[in-house]
């Protein structure tokens, strides 16, 4: 494909905009494009809608009408919502009683517009990509109780229940996560809640390299610790052209030094939390003067920066996302040009990365460098300089003849966000 | 058997047996073939004994090279497959066919590498739930789920049933502990799903495969997540006056923010039967009675237990017992863990049944219960995972009796058919199997289960794998003329049908 038909894969046209606000007319619309074989596009409102391979599709679906908390039971620790409603319309809801959405959902605009938008429900459940509790809470697709949606041939279909042990059935909550809406156009999802913790503190320790940050974060990880975020920023990158800027996002008043930061959070009742931070502290071997500690206020502040990625907020390079077992992580590290900066999350299991002057073929090579330390890359913003990638998420052979087939089961004239994560699914 | 549908039986394999034990010699030794019917009666039912039916042949392959080609040597001869892990499920989902082989994966026993820097375990499927723990613990890991099986479940039953515990409510059930597979699909083609990875990229398939009974591949390798061991546990035992205020109870913790470990629910004919078994101290005099565990950090685990201390007297506890040390908690536990095999001195057998269903309406379930068990005329006690609603009703009977067995059967129905009433689902870990296929239509409507078998369907083209569990097969039976009918009626007449 020349850069120019990249380039003309431009985004559906809005004049064609379906905007249903009942389940019954999702099914409907659906429906009548499937007879007359005409491909849609699926947008919540749209803060994930460059994640992918962009698509030309002859209609676009927008769920974002079709909103409203169905039933919040705190008690049951679920709450059932319409696929359009917001995450931040979920979350201050659910404060009220003290709870939240653990898997910590990402604010993506940050990332793509430079200012919040958190996005849909459905919209986090569709891409699956989970914040720093993940390390300690599970993703999106472990908080997903059930949903309803309509399949590629108008059908509205249904999976799980209210409740967490549930094996009535194969579980299609887990594979509609992920999926980036090319199975079904999700209308309902009954999502899990927790309790939130009563306070939250966060022990920083300037300046470790690398090494020394990932064998601090696998110590306190591997310790009874109940460790819920740990991440390593390092300094600035060298690179002039990368925007990441680790210094001036965290500018908390009780940091005490600049260069990197290896951060990690407690969360319980604040005795235990106090207790906990004095035991992490002690596995440092480090001197007070390189420690900072962060009360629930600024601990607050500074997960929220991480969650929602807002050190990349001004860039317009490529972002891409790198998933590894938390031992290949440096390895892999030294093997990235000086040219990137990147942050860790997830104690190590997943890298963050921009990217300047990235090609396709570079991309690729990285790709399989990713590969033989058994993880994955996934592109998640392009960039003018690489406006386009050909294999945007990481996938083989055999999980693509599958997938294909799962395809096919759900929307068999390909007619739902048609090659948003592949070609030919 | 009670009259329960199957598949067709294919007498042409069933003609072609000789032929089918030389081919899978061919595959594995001579010896992991079984084919003679004294050999082959040890399979004839899994943990749902009521139901038993012989396979044709047993084969124990040893690599998943072998578990590929007999998969597809299967499929092109068109001969159904039954994969069988250790055999204890409660659903009937191993349950042989007579034209089946019967794949057993009894030879994959090995756990295959502990990786404490990346927090996991990659093993063969046939190593027990118990064995992951036991090879971690002296680093202070462990495997969250823990199935009361757990000393004979294997870890890739676990996958295939998506198998819960007692831990589920804060840890999660197998499906949020696992990282990674190795499957193999009915053609006999080879995936690696996930790996050493939180999430994995593209279609979840590992969670489509987790809890789907073996209908859809064969796993021959899991890479499982272990978690650190908490700093400290506690458990207290509260006895109560009334089911409502055991039931008020569990719904107060959960409210007031806090998630235990464990929190199981017994009520009184249970907590008799098990005392007298193990002799746990649970209190005899209580109509209810609770273990709710807390673990975590220290001082977390004993702020929180004064908290439940607080709530179970305001919900009118009759007596509180909390946990001085581990030995005292493993005793409250050890009630609990027995409470099945206790039920022998009540009759005997027992049928267990495995709805869950919002806490809130535990109170309101059991008093169904009792009232049904007065309809039937059929004791049943009753033990429940109650933090996560998962109610496991055992109801007494005779197995000699066939009358008596096909009461129980429509007793448990009714219990499920009144969880999904209050909004509950019909199975929380034994799974469909054959034991709640035909119930399947209480949950889903056709474009549910249509979806559901369009997915068999995609992975298994000729539904040879395990083909008759979990999804009613009665439409395809009716259309072949194999209904059984009795006095004008087919079984469960009144269900809708596909």
């Known amino acids: 494909m020349s850069m120019e038909e990249k380039l003309s894969f431009s985004i559906s046209q809005d004049s064609d905009l379906e905007t249903p606000e009942t389940e019954e007319k999702v099914s409907n619309i659906i429906k009548k494009f499937y007879k007359s074989n005409i491909t849609i596009e699926i947008i919540g409102s749209g803060s994930k809608r460059k994640i992918g391979k962009p698509l030309q599709c002859g209609k676009t679906l927008s769920l974002s009408k079709l909103t409203g908390i169905i039933e919040y039971l705190p008690e049951e620790l679920y709450i059932k919502v319409k696929a359009g409603t917001r995450i931040d319309k979920i979350e201050n809801e659910i404060k009220k009683k003290n709870q939240q959405l653990a898997f910590e959902p990402i604010d993506f605009g940050y990332l793509f517009l430079g200012k919040s938008n958190c996005g849909t429900a459905g919209g986090q459940v569709a891409c699956n990509i989970a914040g720093p509790r993940r390390l300690k809470s599970g993703s999106i697709r472990d908080h997903v109780l059930g949903f309803r949606a309509v399949n590629g041939r108008g059908e509205i279909i249904k999976s799980g229940g209210n409740v967490v042990k549930n094996v009535t059935g194969y579980d299609l909550s887990k594979l509609i996560c992920n999926s980036y809406g090319t199975l079904v156009a999700i209308t309902e999802v009954t999502l899990k809640v927790l309790p939130a913790p009563e306070e939250n503190n966060t022990l920083v320790v300037h300046n470790l390299n690398i090494e020394t940050s990932m064998e601090y974060l696998d110590q306190v990880i591997s310790s009874s610790n109940d460790i819920s975020g740990a991440v390593f920023l390092p300094i600035n990158s060298t690179c002039e052209n990368c925007k990441m800027d680790i210094q001036n996002t965290f500018q908390l008043n009780d940091l005490k030094q600049k260069g990197s930061l290896t951060a990690v959070r407690v969360e319980g009742s604040k005795k235990s939390v106090d207790e906990r931070i004095e035991i992490l502290k002690t596995k440092v071997g480090t001197s007070e003067s390189n420690i900072s500690l962060l009360g629930s206020l600024q601990s607050t502040i500074f997960w929220k920066k991480i969650r929602n990625l807002e050190f990349f907020s001004a860039t317009k390079n490529n972002i891409f996302r790198i998933v590894l077992p938390p031992t290949e992580t440096a390895k892999l590290l030294y093997k990235l040009p000086k040219k990137f900066s990147y942050f860790i999350d997830w104690g190590g299991s997943v890298i963050w990365v921009e990217a300047c002057e990235l090609s396709e073929q570079y991309f690729n090579s990285i790709r399989k460098k990713v590969l033989m330390h058994g993880g994955y890359i996934s592109m998640i913003k392009n960039s003018d300089f690489l406006p386009y990638v050909e294999d945007v998420f990481t996938i083989n052979n055999a999980r693509f003849n599958i997938s294909q087939n799962i395809k096919k089961s759900f929307d068999p004239k390909r007619i739902l966000n048609p090659g948003k994560m592949y070609s030919g699914i | ?498």
């Open chain 2, 1 to 498: 058997m009670t009259n329960l549908m199957m598949p067709r039986i294919d007498k042409k394999t069933i003609l072609k047996k000789k032929i089918i034990v030389k081919n899978l010699k061919k595959i594995v030794k001579s010896e992991n073939v079984l084919d003679h019917e004294d050999e082959l009666r040890p399979f004839e039912t899994d943990g749902l004994s009521a139901y038993k039916q012989k396979p044709l042949i047993v084969v124990f392959p040893e690599n998943t090279e072998q578990v590929s080609e007999i998969l597809k040597y299967c499929n092109d001869e068109r001969i159904k497959v039954v994969p069988r892990g250790a055999g204890t499920g409660l659903s009937g989902g191993a349950l042989p066919l007579a034209d089946c082989v019967l794949l057993s994966l009894g030879k994959f026993n090995k756990i295959l590498e502990i990786d404490y820097k990346n927090r996991c375990v990659v093993s063969q499927p046939g190593v027990t739930n118990l064995s992951i723990t036991q090879a971690v613990q002296d680093n202070n890991f462990y495997y969250a789920p823990d199935p009361s099986s757990q000393i004979a479940c294997s870890i890739g039953g676990n996958v295939a049933e998506n198998s819960g515990g007692i831990h589920s409510l804060k840890y999660g059930t197998t499906t949020n502990n696992i990282l990674g597979a190795e499957v193999v699909f009915m053609d006999g083609s080879i995936c690696k799903l996930g790996g050493k990875t939180f999430d994995s990229e593209g279609y979840d398939i590992l969670g489509l495969i987790t809890g789907s009974e073996g209908l859809l591949c064969v796993i021959t390798e899991v890479t499982v997540k272990i978690l650190k061991t908490p700093e400290s546990a506690k458990a207290a035992l509260i006895g109560f006056p009334t089911i409502e205020d055991g039931g008020k109870c569990v719904s107060d913790i959960i409210s007031s923010g806090i998630i235990p470990a464990g929190m199981e629910m017994m009520d009184k004919e249970l907590i008799h039967a098990t005392d007298k078994f193990v002799k746990a101290g649970y209190p005899r005099n209580a109509e209810s009675m609770l273990i709710v565990e807390l673990d975590g950090a220290k001082a977390d685990v004993l702020e929180l237990m004064e908290r439940v201390n607080k709530i179970a007297k305001k919900n009118k506890a009759s007596s509180i017992k909390i946990s001085k040390n581990d030995k005292e908690r493993l005793k409250f536990w050890a009630g609990r863990k027995a409470a099945f095999p206790a039920c022998g001195d009540m009759a005997p057998d027992y049928y267990c049944m495995d709805g869950t269903i919002p806490r809130g309406k535990l109170a309101e379930v059991l008093k169904e219960i009792k009232k049904l068990s007065k309809k039937y005329n059929l004791p049943v006690a009753n033990a429940f995972h109650a933090g996560d609603g998962n109610l496991h009703p055992l109801i007494m009977y005779n197995s000699n009796d066939k009358k008596e067995l096909a009461k129980t059967e429509k007793f448990g129905e009714e219990i499920l058919k009144y969880c999904v009433k209050v909004g509950g689902v019909l199975t929380g870990e034994h799974g469909v199997g054959i034991e709640k296929r035909e119930m399947m239509c209480e949950m889903f409507n056709n474009d549910d289960i249509q979806q559901q078998i369009k997915i068999k369907k995609a992975l298994d083209v000729s539904s040879l794998l395990n083909p008759g569990k979990v999804y009613p097969i009665l439409r395809k039976c009716a259309e072949e003329g194999r209904v059984h009918v009795h006095g004008g009626k087919t079984k469960f007449f009144n269900i809708p049908r596909f």
